[in-house]
């Protein structure tokens, strides 16, 4: 059994440290290991999201965009591929909303930062220039060699830092590019702005997507997520001992010695740790921190160290895992000689997935059980109600007729109460008594000025409620509203 | 504080700025360079803003800056776009006629949406901001109407006023029966209580119908029609239905008789041009009491 290590002799005295420090450049070193290919493979798919949905079709017949995602803000619509929402419907906005950020708290949960690893455009775009910037001129030491050499410079230096700022500022502008085809029909939009015909405002946003995908993702790097994200101290708050985090199993790693050194003295019998002091984790980390510090708020959890620290485990011949997935519980259980447990469903788990499964059911049985009929009464506020000349008493309702159908329609309006109620439109001249009809041209909205009319003899109490029937004349879907008819 | 010079903290080994509060000392932490550079940037950036664009107050103008640039020119330029917009739909509204507008739906939606905001801007103080009215000022939401109700007839009416002292302008006017000495004060609730019963209300215990109906006849069919059906020429209002713009308890009918009534209805030509008129009373016409 290792000795007791205490903790906090292992945390660096830079706690005590500015609240702000200039930013010292990190040079990451390539590495190669589980996590790095589950990094590459998230990236993939991320961007090739990201790149190529707003090319993807989605038939919804003649007149009605055929793009699976479309944010159409001129006809104030959102296109998702069978989804179609309509601005009173911004609801379901704020449900994704909530889904999304308990998804984000279930995750910490489980397992810390994966988000912040793994998913996040931050990460996902600076790791893509890493990639660049290493393809370019090459890995950390060379790098760094190359920043440090006071040579003046020479035309293959300057050469190679041309090339890296025309690939990023490409990758960037190709960013910015997409981002506006979410707002217009992608290969049209494409044409237009080749042929320089396209609106002003999508060469603004390529260019402010271009600028800020540039400087967050070529300089700022791990500035923005040490900074600028508030999630690293969102996140600190809401973990607990049971979150999975990527942890240096000081347990197991101290006392640090050389390779050479420990195995000297594990010959002697004696106890050493398996950290070989080779700064490895150090070198892959693209925040520049020292895992072997414990926890940090600097820490994206990427899992690169792992791989590195793995790779140098496998060499030196000992058990991988020395920096790994793991929790304090663990540690200071191994310290005490137990198994090492772990515990996914949880309180905490269990409530998150809850939440999730009840938003997201909810939203899913709106979604399948909206309508596409609808109406939205407005009681006329300024003369409530009138006297007519025969003693009748009448209401008057603006109502706003919505068809959300790929159709036209002919709908019926009635409006039933207690008393003999009778109804007329404003410039429609019913051919029934009492049930105007009205029609409403396929995916928009009819606005409507409706009058309610109380017979003088009904003699209608202050106030009584109305409800508005709203028939499709040709599929019988109705459409209902309430509101109040009021005696003055 | 009065001890200004710095030292060295004991405890962080930091430098103070040698501030001291009851024992307590501020660290030397100076803020980043690049915030310090912004934040010096912002007070250029003010300064320069100031002599660009038009900022100080003067005693009776302010200065104009360097390209006369001024928030509320470009109101003006906007507006005179917004009025080159929309001048063609006006045009058109303009040729179109009363009963084209009633028609054609769009004409006729974009006549109550322009009628709307003008009618909350001119007749609103009178009639209420959805025409509800008020006492001595028609509700043009029902269907009672003194100088009639047809659309032709609205328009007639904001164009010309009533006694508004346009040409044009509807006249007429309820006489002051009392105050000119034409009935006496018995005649005047006896008439009063005569005009309530053609409308189906209550009238006073011992009320003589008879010498109603004939005092009404002398006095008031003239302009008010044979069984006090109203006259829309003279303005003169139906006594037998249920809306009363005056008020129908005794005292308000006692009132009208004896001081009479004559309310203006300012004529609204010359001051709206024509296209406006007729979105104005199409707007009215389609509040519910059109005819
Ligand atoms: S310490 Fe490890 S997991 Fe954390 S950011 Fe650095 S490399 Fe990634
Ligand atoms: S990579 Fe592993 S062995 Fe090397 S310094 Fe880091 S923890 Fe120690």
Redesign the interface.
Same mark, same amino acid.
């Given at each position: 059994m290792n000795k007791t290590v205490n903790p906090n002799e292992l945390t660096s005295d830079d706690d005590?440290g500015?609240?702000?420090v #200039?930013q010292k450049k990190v040079y990451p070193q390539s590495i190669s290991g589980t996590f790095r290919r589950i990094k590459w493979g998230l990236m993939a798919f991320c961007l090739g999201v990201y790149y190529f949905l707003p090319f993807v079709r989605w038939n919804r017949g003649l007149g009605a965009p055929s793009q699976a995602v479309l944010i159409d803000l001129p006809n104030s619509r959102f296109y998702f591929f069978f989804i179609e929402l309509w601005p009173q419907e911004v609801y379901y906005f704020t449900g994704l909303l909530i889904v999304a950020a308990v998804a984000l708290f279930l995750m910490n949960s489980i397992g810390g930062r994966i988000w912040c690893g793994y998913l996040c455009p931050q990460t996902v775009w600076t790791d893509l220039f890493y990639a660049v910037e290493r393809l370019v001129e090459g890995d950390r030491r060379e790098r760094m060699r190359k920043d440090k050499s006071s040579d003046p410079m020479k035309l293959e230096r300057i050469s190679e830092i041309v090339l890296k700022h025309s690939i990023w500022l490409l990758i960037a502008w190709w960013t910015g590019g997409a981002w506006v085809l979410y707002f217009n029909d992608a290969p049209t939009l494409v044409k237009e702005l080749v042929t320089f015909q396209a609106p002003m405002i999508a060469y603004i946003w390529i260019a402010i997507l271009t600028a800020t995908t540039y400087l967050l993702a070529g300089f700022m790097r791990e500035q923005v997520c040490t900074y600028m994200c508030p999630w690293p101290r969102i996140q600190a708050a809401l973990t607990d001992e049971w979150a999975l985090n990527v942890t240096y199993r000081y347990d197991r790693g101290e006392k640090r010695t050389s390779v050479k050194k420990a195995a000297e003295l594990r010959a002697l019998g004696e106890q050493v740790g398996d950290c070989v002091d080779c700064y490895q984790c150090v070198a892959v980390c693209p925040t520049g921190i020292d895992i072997r510090n414990g926890p940090q708020l600097e820490c994206i959890q990427c899992g690169l160290c792992i791989d590195a620290c793995d790779n140098v485990m496998t060499k030196i011949g000992r058990p991988k895992r020395l920096i790994g997935y793991d929790n304090d519980i663990n540690i200071q259980r191994r310290q005490e000689g137990k198994a090492p447990v772990y515990r996914i469903v949880r309180a905490r788990t269990v409530a998150y997935s809850a939440i999730i499964a009840a938003v997201g059911g909810i939203m899913i049985y709106t979604l399948a059980t909206r309508s596409l009929l609808d109406v939205n009464v407005l009681h006329? *506020?300024?003369?409530v109600a /009138?006297?007519?000349?025969? !003693?009748s008493i009448?209401n008057?309702y603006t109502v706003r007729l919505l068809n959300k159908s790929g159709y036209d329609r002919v709908v019926a309006i009635d409006a039933n109460g207690p008393a003999n109620l009778t109804t007329h439109v /404003? !410039?429609i001249d019913s051919v029934t008594p009492d049930r105007p009809m009205i029609v409403i041209p396929r995916d928009s909205t009819s606005e409507l *000025?409706l009058?309610v009319t109380a017979p #003088?003899e009904s003699n209608p109490e202050k106030s009584i409620p109305v409800r508005f029937h709203v028939t499709d004349i040709g599929l019988g879907e109705v459409a209902t509203a309430t509101d109040n008819f009021v005696a003055p | 504080m009065t001890d200004h010079h710095s030292d060295i903290d004991s405890v962080?080994g930091k430098s103070t700025t040698g501030h001291e509060w009851d024992g307590i000392k501020e660290l030397n932490?100076p803020l980043?360079?690049w915030w310090v550079i912004s934040f010096y940037l912002t007070i250029v950036w003010a300064i320069g803003y100031w002599i660009v664009y038009p900022a100080w107050p003067l005693i009776s103008s302010n200065t104009t800056g360097l390209f006369g640039y001024s928030s509320r020119a470009d109101v003006a330029v906007e507006l005179a776009n917004l009025e080159k917009i929309r001048g063609d739909k006006m045009a058109v509204l303009g040729a179109a006629s009363l009963a084209d507008i009633?028609k054609d739906?769009a004409l006729?939606a974009l006549a109550r949406a322009k009628g709307k905001t003008v009618f909350g801007d001119n007749c609103a103080p009178c009639h @209420?901001?959805?025409?509800? @009215?008020a006492k001595g000022f028609p509700?043009l939401?029902?269907?009672?109407w003194l100088w009639g109700g047809t659309l032709d007839q609205i328009m007639q009416t904001i164009q010309f006023g009533a006694r508004s002292g346009h040409a044009k302008a509807h006249e007429g006017q309820m006489l002051a029966f009392g105050k000119d000495g034409v009935l006496k004060g018995d005649e005047i609730v006896t008439v009063a209580n005569y005009v309530r019963s053609l409308s189906g209300l209550s009238t006073r215990k011992g009320f003589d119908a008879a010498k109603g109906e004939k005092i009404f006849a002398e006095n008031c069919v003239a302009c008010h029609g044979d069984g006090g059906k109203g006259n829309p020429e003279m303005g003169a209002p139906?006594l037998t239905?249920?809306?009363w713009l005056y008020g129908s308890d005794e005292a308000s009918l006692i009132e009208t008789i004896s001081l009479g009534r004559a309310g203006v209805m300012p004529a609204w030509e010359g001051r709206l041009d024509p296209a406006t008129i007729k979105a104005m009373a199409v707007y009215v016409h389609?509040? @519910? @009491?059109g005819k």
């Open positions: 005590n500015p609240l702000y #200039a006329d *506020r300024n003369p /009138v006297r007519l000349s025969d !003693g009448r008057a /404003v !410039g *000025r009058l #003088a | 962080t932490t980043p360079r009633e739906p006729l @209420g901001s959805g025409g509800a @009215g509700n939401n029902d269907d009672d139906n239905d249920k809306i389609s509040l @519910g @009491g």
